[in-house]
């Protein structure tokens, strides 16, 4: 493997930005290991890496939010120290966080403003705002409040925030695990026009055909070490994968599915009203899961994904008794408890705070939904053997990493805790699982496994509905896939009768009814 | 008429009875709005009255007695700030151990203050317009502190909603990991939110006891600093709200004093709850609105922030 820091020829302009042996030590790990990297102008660069590679160590460390233990950051063949972001933002950096760093209740112009230096007078701003939007094909309205808009609206704001700072290099850290694939595709020629105007993007990503459409070129981390850097044009999906985990990759194989089996979970006119201005409401959504397939359910964050969740698991009481009917019974006045002995499992979207208790240990996260079905409680008492006997067997059966049962779950990486919970719900043998993004920040190792384990909980009879915003993971699970849109559910259809492009125009609102009230439709075409 | 001519005073007193709960509301609402909850209100306020009052007693001189008291104000939050901001110390238990701390503290200042008079701050007074009938009084006749709260109003909403620095801390309160991110110092932000909270309650209690009632007794706030707290919330987080909700308790404060006064048949414990009864009520009706005060309320209130994440 050639080393990635080249020699450049001397006559040549330097790079954008040379970093040489970065190394970054946190409590317990090495989270960069003498890190070269090597930026050119105009290029968009990706820096691929499993979970807990070190990437987004090493990005925080260019935008000045973490500070290197070691090693030198050359930016345009100078040395340079970047004390915090605003001295990087001062060099022409700019960074659109995976989380977006955007405040609700503040106006698209004033969350802006936090993030300029010389932000000037509010409605000079907006029509900077409006200028650069309109330039790179980012539609925007400044005086919006945040909460209002869509998700890809969100990164909208993030992406023009940094245009308005000309930046020389732009740094991405997961763009697109939020948006439609339009909304992707839209993104992409964004990036493309910026690259050729010689802006430098650091592009991260797990979703490799897009870096291979993307990308000129790929720097690889391993635990923290570059462990290789290749052309990701020339290479394919697969070999990239390998290249971050540094073994072979095993994808699960979706045996056809056998002849469906009863409703084991019926959902009839579901609606639900909020009191929280940011909730979404549910308008009259209908579908049932049968015994033996997986149905998928897409849709862009924040168009009711939340609320159908807290509906089907009991977190939420519904007036309606019949609007969810599990097994036969209706289940919709029925707590979270009363619908587990009913046959119903649940792996909710967040890990830590909803799926497990972050400072409790393994076992202990697991009494907390196996008491409903397994023998963990005897005469109102805790059965401790139990519990640490149920907790091994998850352990071993789902090959978590983690420091045995007594590891507290907040200590274990995103993918191991999800193996965990998964772990958890499946061997309580239900007869309808609910899963919420499950495989949201997770490796491709861990997310394959976790794929295999939801195909064989299906093919053994069990109903099975994953509710995700990742759309190659539902072509992958489902057997029928629908849409949500603005609390709308779409009719499902079978996953080999449709495509990526339909599913992402749905998730689009392009539904064929009549135009929300703000007019989101037209946003989509 | 004498109906009539007891509105002239009552609308008077009316002002001058919100004034330190208009200075501690507004200074907790900016310690609120960068996601700080301090409930030390009462205890910061005590130890600005009995400061206030001593510098006054000795000194003779009320502008120095009123600069003490904030100075002593900020001190007092300037602990609380250091425990919980650098200490990650609990903010609720903190806040309420702040008030513990300064009835204790203000009543051993206070011990050898007991019963000595003070003259109170001059009024204003304007000929003519003072003199006009029902509003002159209320309106022309008041002394600087009253105005001064009165001006402090729109001062804090430029600050909040027009100012850069204000849009920074409004955006801290909001969503302090955001911020950091973006590389605003949140901690030193939110030090200053609460120095300035404590300032503006050490005022408001020296306005009670160097004016108000100028005289120094223990325990003189009497839960103007709990009142002043849930102004805050009552005015969903905005400053011209939290001064109509200061004037109502003014007001029904003063109304009942009058009430009690025209020797009503009604126990006059009852009508001293008056006060509390109606502000609570206004809280709980407010309160119904919960899409309001979702969009207003600073959504980090009382959470902790460590830098390193």
């Not at chain 1, 059966?397 to 919970?421: D, M, P, T």
Request: hydrophobic residues 50%; aromatic residues 6%.
């Amino acid at each position: 493997m050639p080393s990635h820091a080249e020699t450049y020829p001397p006559d040549a302009p330097p790079p954008r930005l040379e970093l040489r042996g970065i190394t970054k030590r946190f409590p317990g790990c090495l989270a960069n290991d003498h890190v070269d990297l090597v930026l050119q102008p105009g290029e968009i660069h990706a820096l691929l890496g499993e979970n807990g590679a070190g990437k987004s160590t090493l990005v925080k460390m260019i935008y000045g939010v973490l500070h290197p233990d070691a090693g030198t950051m050359l930016w345009q063949g100078a040395e340079t120290v970047v004390p915090d972001p605003a001295g990087a933002r001062r060099l022409g950096i700019g960074m659109v966080f995976q989380h977006f760093s955007l405040f609700d209740t503040l106006t698209v112009t004033e969350n802006i403003a936090l993030g300029l230096d010389n932000a000037g007078p509010m409605d000079q701003l907006a029509g900077r705002i409006r200028e650069v939007s309109e330039r790179y094909g980012l539609a925007l309205d400044p005086g919006r409040h945040v909460f209002h808009l869509s998700v890809g609206e969100r990164q909208r704001v993030e992406i023009v925030r940094c245009l308005l700072q000309d930046p020389k290099l732009l740094i991405m850290d997961e763009p697109t695990s939020v948006l439609t694939p339009q909304e992707a595709a839209k993104l992409f020629e964004t990036l493309r026009v910026l690259a050729a105007e010689g802006c430098t993007i650091l592009y991260i990503s797990h979703k490799l055909e897009e870096i291979r459409a993307l990308c000129s070129r790929a720097t690889v981390l391993r635990a923290g070490k570059v462990v290789g850097a290749a052309d990701p044009r020339q290479e394919t999906a697969r070999s990239l994968a390998e290249m971050m985990m540094g073994a072979e990759l095993s994808t699960p194989e979706r045996p056809p599915q056998g002849v469906a089996g009863v409703a084991r979970l019926t959902v009839r006119h579901l609606s639900t009203t909020s009191d929280n201005p940011f909730a979404t409401n549910l308008k009259d959504v209908n579908f049932e899961v049968r015994g033996g397939e997986i149905l998928g359910i897409a849709g862009v964050a924040g168009n009711g994904q939340a609320e159908l969740m807290a509906a089907l698991s009991g977190e939420v009481l519904l007036a309606d008794a019949d609007a969810v009917v599990i097994e036969g019974t209706s289940a919709g006045h029925l707590g979270p408890r009363a619908r587990r002995t009913l046959g119903l499992a649940f792996v909710p979207e967040e890990r830590l705070g909803r799926g497990a208790v972050p400072e409790l240990s393994l076992s202990e996260n697991a009494l907390l939904s196996g008491y409903a079905r397994e023998p963990l409680v005897r005469g109102g008492m805790v059965h401790f053997a139990r519990a640490r006997a149920y907790a091994e067997t998850i352990i071993r059966g789902f090959n978590v990493v983690a420091h045995g049962h007594r590891a507290e779950a907040r200590s274990l990486s995103g993918g191991n805790l999800q193996k965990f919970i998964i772990g958890r719900e499946i061997l309580q043998k239900p007869k309808l699982l609910v899963v919420g993004q499950p495989t949201w920040g997770v490796d491709a190792g861990a997310a394959a496994a976790i794929h295999k384990a939801l195909i064989d909980l299906a093919r053994s009879g069990a109903a099975v509905l994953v509710i995700s915003q990742d759309l190659d993971e539902l072509f992958v699970l489902s057997d029928r896939i629908s849409v949500l849109f603005h609390g709308r559910l779409s009719d499902s259809r079978p996953t080999h009768e449709t495509t990526v492009e339909r599913i992402g125009l749905l998730m689009g609102g392009l539904f064929g009814t009549p135009p929300d009230e703000d007019g989101e439709i037209t946003r989509a075409v | 008429m004498s109906d009539l001519a007891l509105i002239g005073p009552i609308l008077a007193a009316m002002f001058a009875a919100a004034t330190p709960l208009l200075f501690a509301a507004l200074g907790e609402l900016v310690v609120e709005k960068s996601g700080v909850l301090n409930l030390g209100v009462e205890g910061m306020m005590l130890v600005g009255a009995v400061c206030g009052f001593a510098v006054t007693v000795q000194t003779g001189s009320p502008v120095t007695g009123f600069l003490v008291a904030a100075f002593a104000g900020a001190a007092t939050a300037s602990l609380f700030a250091v425990l919980t901001l650098f200490l990650l110390a609990n903010q609720v238990a903190t806040g309420l151990a702040l008030t513990l701390f300064g009835v204790g503290l203000s009543a051993l200042i206070g011990q050898g203050f007991v019963g000595i008079p003070l003259e109170g701050l001059p009024k204003l007074h304007i000929p003519g317009l003072t003199d006009l009938p029902v509003v002159g009084q209320a309106l022309f006749g008041q002394d600087i502190m009253v105005y001064l709260a009165v001006a402090a109003v729109p001062l804090v909403h430029l600050f909040l909603y027009r100012s850069r620095a204000g849009l920074v801390l409004r955006a801290v309160g909001e969503n302090h990991t955001a911020a950091h991110a973006l590389g605003y110092k949140v901690l030193r932000i939110r030090f200053f939110a609460v120095l300035f909270g404590g300032a503006m309650a050490g005022l408001g209690g020296a306005f009670l006891s160097m004016d108000y009632t100028p005289m120094w007794a223990e325990n003189m706030t009497s839960g103007r600093g709990w009142i002043a707290l849930a102004l805050v919330v009552f005015a969903t987080w905005k400053p011209v709200r939290a001064m109509l909700g200061a004037w109502l308790f003014g007001g029904v404060t003063i109304l009942q004093l009058h009430v009690q006064g025209l020797g009503i048949d009604v126990p006059s414990q009852l009508l001293s709850m008056l006060p509390y009864l109606a502000t609570v009520l206004v809280l709980v009706l407010i309160s119904r609105d919960v899409a309001r005060i979702r969009l207003n309320a600073p959504a980090c209130l009382g959470k902790l922030f460590h830098p390193d994440a």
